[in-house]
């Protein structure tokens, strides 16, 4: 397929014809990145596409509505870390599992699941990161692995750059004493 | 979109250069399985063919015209001068109003009707209205009564006697 630039795919979109072609340009485009933005929240895979199904499902039925007040990338990007947190939340609520258990709960669960062959540098980061606060566990992801700017992780979060680069700050150095002290 | 990775690593070098150094650590570890995206396209689509076309709203950035907020206000106005004329119409042809309803009663009906629902009624009002004398104004001749009940003393029982007297 080939790749259409936002404009183009949301001309598309916006033209009942073309909105299957256009809706098909924007998954080509963002379904994967949505995706790693997610699991890199969600850690599981299942949970991670269930939540991008719903993303999906949810940017079709209000994508010809779309103000383009945003960028489409922010606006989409918007939408998958709302319905991450919601899911998160509500996975939480659920648990009963106090944090210390729930590290080594995760360490296990990553050490069977099929979809993570990290090393063991990159499950102590894992857990380093699952220690962080909900917020700052995002920005360290979009900072470090997505490698977003500032600009447009605040477009996307809504939050003030001085905020967000006191956030990475303090996540990159809890991180980074974490994996000091639990790396050989 | 994203920043030169270049800078991102100067900035992690400063803050965390432990981490910083760890290069494998970039990649998180996490797999997918295989032809996952392309069947989550293939699914999503799917998914997508069920639900009704959602119709575009156009977000004219072009201003509205002149005579927009006119129209509004018209319509605004409109509504308000229905639902006024409604209420006005309740009071007015509203044809079971309280007076109407009395005029239609005669009489005799009324005087019926006190009859059967005397003890509802208090005497002042009554009385006030015109449909009973009040008792003060009741003046017996005492000789009389004394007469009455010489002759049919053996015919009233000691209550009414007690209530006579």
Same mark, same amino acid.
């Given at each position: 397929m080939e790749k259409h630039s936002d404009q183009e795919i949301l001309a598309f979109i916006r033209n009942p014809v073309n909105m299957e072609y256009g809706f098909r340009c924007l998954l080509a485009n963002y379904q994967e990145r949505l995706y790693w933005h997610i699991r890199r929240m969600a850690i599981d895979h299942e949970d991670a596409n269930d939540i991008l199904q719903n993303v999906l499902l949810k940017v079709y039925r209000s994508i010809a509505n779309f103000r383009g007040d945003a960028q489409l990338f922010t606006w989409l990007y918007r939408i998958a870390t709302n319905e991450t947190l919601t899911f998160l939340n509500k996975k939480q609520k659920k648990s009963t599992v106090a944090l210390e258990s729930e590290l080594t709960n995760l360490e296990e669960k990553l050490k069977a699941d099929p979809y993570f062959d990290g090393s063991a540098v990159q499950l102590e980061l894992q857990k380093a990161l699952a220690q962080l606060p909900e917020k700052q566990r995002l920005v360290f992801n979009m900072r470090y692995? &997505? &490698?977003?700017s500032y600009k447009e992780i605040s477009e996307i979060l809504e939050t003030s750059v001085g905020a967000l680069k006191a956030s990475y700050h303090h996540a990159a150095k809890k991180i980074e004493a974490y994996v000091k002290a639990n790396v050989g | 979109m994203m920043e030169p990775s270049k800078d991102i690593q100067k900035e992690l070098a400063e803050t965390a250069p432990f981490l910083a150094r760890?290069? &494998?650590?970039?990649?998180?570890?996490f797999q997918v399985p295989e032809h996952y995206f392309e069947q989550l396209s293939a699914g999503v689509l799917e998914q997508v063919a069920l639900i009704p076309k959602p119709q575009p709203v156009s977000h004219a950035t072009e201003k509205a015209p002149w005579y927009s907020t006119f129209l509004r206000l018209r319509w605004v106005g409109g509504l308000a001068a229905i639902l006024l004329g409604l209420v006005v119409s309740m009071y007015?042809?509203?044809?079971?109003?309280s007076d109407e309803q009395l005029i239609e009663i005669t009489a005799l009906e009324a005087t019926q009707y006190l009859n059967d629902?005397? /003890? /509802?009624?208090?005497t002042a009002l009554m009385v006030q209205e015109g449909l009973l004398v009040p008792t003060e104004t009741l003046e017996l001749d005492e000789r009389a009564v004394q007469q009455y009940l010489e002759q049919n003393i053996d015919d009233i029982d000691v209550a009414t006697l007690e209530s006579l007297l």
């Open positions: 692995f &997505e &490698e977003l | 760890l290069s &494998e650590s970039k990649k998180s570890g007015v042809f509203n044809p079971s109003t629902h005397l /003890d /509802d009624f208090e």
